[in-house]
C-alpha cells in the first residue's frame, strides 16, 4: 500500500511550489517527487518541491527548508518559497512570534513576518550579503550566446550570487526577448560550472525594473526571489537603481532594499496559500 501524503500549494507573486511538512510525512526520494508532483497535465502542478523540517542546529535556527526544482535537482535557497514558509508556520500554529530563524543551504535567514488580524500580511527576509566573485559559480567570461545577433540590445550584464547563482542582462526592451531561448542557452553555458539563473531587466521608472527570469532547474517562473534580489543588486552597483528598489515581475512586484548599514539585501513580498490536498508517494 503507497504512503498519503498531504501537501499545501503556495505562492509567493506566483512563483508556486508544493509544501510537506517532513515532521509528519517522511519523502525518502525528493528528486523523483519534485519532478513528478511538478508536471502540470499529470502531476499537482508547481515550480518545484519545498520540504519544511527540523534544522541541523536548534540554537541556530527553528525549522528548515529543502527545495527541489521541478527537474529535480535542489536548489541553495528561495525567497519566495522562505516568505511562504513563514506564513505557513504561523497560521498553522508552529511559531507564535513574528521572527523565524530558517535554515537553508545558502545560511540562516531570518524571517520577518508582517502580521494583520492574526493573518500573516507579508514577509521580510534578511537574505545576506551578495557575492561577486564566486568562482566556483561563474568562469568571469560572457556567455557564448550574447556574442550572436540578438532582437534586442544588451545594455549591462553582471554576475552576482544569492548563495545561488545568477547572472543579470539588462535590457533596452524586453518585450523583445525570448526569454525561454535565450534562458536556456545561458543556464547551461560552460561559463557557469553549477549552472544559473538568468535575469532580464529593463529600467521602466526611477527604482523600478521590469524583470523575467529563467530559473535554474525550472525554466520560466512568474517570480523569482533571490533573482529579485539580484537584479536590485546589479541594478545599483551599475548606477540604474538606488538602494530601495522595486522589481516587477510575471507574477506580481517584489520590493528589495539593499541596506548601507550592514550590506545585506531584505526582500519583501506577499505569500499565499492556493490550496491543500493528498497525494501518493
Known sequence: MKDTIRFTKMHGAGNDYIYVNTLLYSIPDPEKEAIKWSAPHTGIGSDGLVLIGRPSDKEKADFSMRIFNA???????????????????????????????????????????????????????????????????????????????????????????????????????????????????????????????????????????????????????????TGACATAVAAFKKGISQRSTDIMMDGGTLHIDYSEADGHVYLSGPAAFVFEGETEL
Not at 533596452?172 to 532580464?200: H, T, Y
Not at 521590469?210 to 512568474?222: D, F, L, P, Y
Request: contains cysteine.
Open 71 to 225: 527537474d529535480g535537482s535542489e536548489a541553495m535557497m528561495c525567497g519566495n518559497a522562505s516568505r511562504c514558509i513563514g506564513k505557513y508556520l504561523y497560521e498553522k500554529g508552529l511559531v507564535n512570534g513574528d521572527t523565524v530563524r530558517l535554515e537553508t543551504k545558502s545560511g540562516v535567514k531570518v524571517l520577518h513576518l508582517h502580521i494583520k488580524e492574526d493573518k500573516v500580511d507579508s514577509v521580510t527576509v534578511d537574505m545576506l550579503e551578495p557575492a561577486f566573485n564566486a568562482a566556483a559559480q561563474w568562469t568571469g567570461e560572457q556567455p557564448a550566446a550574447l556574442a550572436e545577433e540578438l532582437p534586442f540590445k544588451v545594455v549591462d550584464t553582471m554576475f552576482v550570487s544569492m548563495g545561488n547563482p545568477h547572472f543579470v542582462v539588462f535590457v533596452d526592451d524586453i518585450s523583445l526577448v525570448d526569454v525561454a531561448l535565450e534562458g536556456r542557452k545561458m543556464e547551461f553555458d560552460p561559463v557557469f560550472p553549477e549552472r544559473c539563473n538568468i535575469e532580464f531587466a529593463q529600467p521602466v521608472a526611477p527604482s523600478t525594473l521590469r524583470t523575467r527570469v529563467w530559473e535554474r532547474g525550472s525554466g520560466i517562473t512568474m517570480a523569482c526571489g
